[in-house]
């Protein structure tokens, strides 16, 4: 597994490289098999150190995992519980996808803007109801089946997930609902 491991303003020394290495390399390999890739993050917020994760699956699945604490090692160790208990509450749906899927998740390019806010003025009338785009990026939408898009949601603690369903070719979405459960749109 590939590992990077940088620090946002902050000097990383190589025993919290080392640590973070089999730490965390011991919490994916228990559960996910054949990881690719793993990218280690740490930074101050205030007085707290915040540690951020995201490891790749052979399978094209990602999980994500972000913890605080006063001290560098114990915002690491938040993280990576985080990150294990996430990955053994999927490890039979995880072992069961790496199984059947043969090749890795396939992905399509599409693009993404970021439209700005019209917070700012609301009193006056906008000139146009066209959007102003402030940023232009390529995103990358999944073909999943819908069991592998709320595993992949969750996963990554994201509240929404894009994907092309698998058994019907068509753009789908999965959301979290304020009730705690699973909304998805599968349009005709």
Known sequence: MRYQITGKHIDIGEA?????????????????????????????????????????LSTGLTAQAK???????????????????????????????????AEPVELMNAPSY??????????SEPESLQPIIIAEMETRIPALSVGEAVMQMELAGAPVLVFRNEGKEGLNVVYRREDGNIGWIDPN
């Open 16 to 56: 919290l490289q080392t640590h973070v290495t089999d730490e965390l390399g011991n919490t994916v390999e228990k559960y996910a098999g054949r990881p690719t890739d793993a990218t280690v993050v740490f930074s101050k917020s205030g007085h707290e150190f915040v540690c951020e994760a995201v490891v790749h």
């Open 67 to 101: 913890a605080h604490a006063n001290e560098i090692y114990a915002a690491f160790e938040g993280c990576n519980e985080k990150m294990d208990k996430q990955l053994r509450r999927y490890k039979r749906r995880l072992k069961d996808h790496h199984r059947e899927r």
């Open 114 to 123: 970021i439209l700005a806010s019209d917070n700012d003025d609301r009193e």
